[in-house]
Structure formats: C-alpha cells, structure tokens
C-alpha cells in the first residue's frame, strides 16, 4: 500500500544509463528503472512498465519486482534478493532481461518465471537480447578491467567479445554496437567486421538495425548503421539513453523523467513519466515490441 500512495503522490507533484535496442512490432510498454527516497531512511527500487502515451502521468505503472528498504534493512514482502536496473525486452516482448545486481536476471513480462543467471564476472550489467533472443551481450567488469561478453541462455560459458568495451547493443540485423574510449564500435557477434562508427555514448540500434540513436555532448542523434549522415534530433543538456519505438518513428529519452520525441525533427510528442528532483527517478528505458 505505501509503494501505491508514493507513486501516486510524487506523480502528482511533477515523473543511470543503459541504451537497448528495439526490436521491431507495434509500440508495447516502456519499461524502466524506478528509485524513489521517500528520506528517513525509506528507499524503494523498482522494476516498472509504463504506458508510452503517458496517461495519468504513470499511475498506470505495472510494478514487476519492488525492493523496499528502511535504514538498508528490507520491509517485509519486499523482492530484496536482486537490484533492479536496465531492463531490456526480448524481441518477442514477453520478458526482460536486467542487471539483478552483481548478475543478470530474467522475467516474464507478467511478473512470472524471475530466474537469476549464473555470474560471468564479478559484476554482469547492461544486458541486451540478441534478435534470436537465445543469447544476451552484457557488460562484465573484473577488479578495474571492464569487457563486453556474449552468452547463451541454454548454458554454457560467455565469450568476451571486446577489451575496455561498455554499453552494448544488438541490432536486428546481427550487429553489435558498443562504446570504448568514448567512440562508438560495431562487430558480428563472432568479433568479425569490427569498426569504429563515431563518438558517443549509449547507442541504441533502430527497430530495422539501419540506424543508430546514441548521446553525444550537446544532444541526442540519430546516424546511419555506419556512422554517416548523424543529424542533432533533440539539443539538450543532461539528456541520455536514447531509445527508438518499435514502429521506428520516436525516441523514449531520459530527460527529468521519461518522454517521446519525434525521430524526424526532435518534437515532443509525451511526457511518459517525471522525475520530482532527488526523491524519484526512472531512468534506463527499453521500449517492450508487441
């Protein structure tokens, strides 16, 4: 019952980063990270789907795991066995993988089937779906060395697929995308055809796997799968995790909240869901394809 009055309440009053990919379908639910600090020591993280036209201002928030502590210790019934943080969808929108933590975990997408995976390093993140959707790419990190790994669900051991990498992508068209060093890169799942694009951070594949929204000083783009023709979408400062819809026509950003622009001139189109200062934030969208 508290979780439901502090959704309704901070929404009232106004609404970290992993970029994925869409896969393409009709335009399904938003999924996100959700923190709120309620201060004296109440925090709740949450694994939240929201509806993109953004009706009632996230009431209709469907909560999928919730975590509520009080001075770090967990209310009771609370989900406080895994973190919350970068969902991505499956491309058939059934479930989501996300960071559970120092490993990746599973859920269906309603609310069923919460699988934690086996650790790959000593801290997997930022997990993406391959267009199979029988493999994850993920960010690993052991002590200050930091990677991206592909793996299978059936089992089996990750293959590290870059050096220093971060922020991994897979696109409909079996390309991986990637950041190191502050550029973006692209290889097959087998590291073959590797590439630099261009500079940014958090690229994120379009629904066809043709383009490619990333953030970069000054914005939000949009680029070609090779890097050319990258056009400013949305000018802004603080703006990240660019996401298409899965009809490819909008972006979900993370600016002070949730909302959709226009891919083809940066118009605003919904307000999703506000942040209300330090007490909320939804952060790190993926855009569920139905």
């Known amino acids: 019952m508290r979780r439901l009055f502090l959704v309704a309440a901070l929404v009232v009053l106004g609404a970290a980063p992993a970029a994925q990919a869409t896969f393409p379908g009709t335009n ?4 996100a990270s959700q923190t709120i600090d309620e201060g004296e020591g109440f925090v709740t993280e949450a694994l939240i789907t929201l509806a993109p036209d953004g009706r009632g201002r996230g009431r209709d928030a469907r909560f999928l795991r919730e975590c509520a502590r009080m001075n770090g210790e967990p209310e009771e019934g609370s989900d406080c066995d895994a973190e919350y943080r970068a969902p ?16 990746l975990a599973l859920i269906n997408a309603d609310k069923s089937g919460f699988k934690r995976l086996s650790r790959s390093s000593a801290d997997d993140s930022n997990p993406a779906f391959s267009p199979s959707g029988r493999q994850l790419v ?3 990190r052991a002590a200050t060395a930091q990677a991206i790994f592909v793996r299978s669900l059936d089992g089996g051991a990750a293959r590290r697929l870059a050096a220093g990498a971060s922020a991994p992508d897979w696109s409909e068209r079996n390309v991986i995308a990637y950041v190191r060093n502050g550029a973006i ?6 590291g073959s055809k590797r590439r630099r694009i261009t500079t940014g951070r958090e690229p994120s594949w379009s629904p066809d796997g043709r383009s490619l929204a990333f953030s970069r000083s000054g914005g939000i783009y949009v680029a070609r799968a090779d890097g050319r023709r990258a056009r400013r979408v949305v000018r802004c400062s603080g703006c990240r995790t660019p996401v298409f819809s899965p009809d490819g026509k909008l972006l979900v950003i993370d600016l002070k909240g949730l909302r959709t622009v226009r891919v083809s001139d940066g118009r605003l189109v919904r ?4 942040d209300t200062g330090d007490a909320i934030d939804f952060s790190e969208p993926s855009w569920q394809p139905r």
């Open 185 to 190: 890169f692209s290889s097959r799942p087998d």
């Open 88 to 103: 991505a969808w499956a491309p058939d929108g059934k479930r989501l993988a996300f960071d559970a933590g120092d490993s």
């Open 138 to 140: 993920f960010h690993g």
């Open 28 to 31: 399904g639910r938003v999924a």
């Open 271 to 274: 307000q999703v869901i506000d």
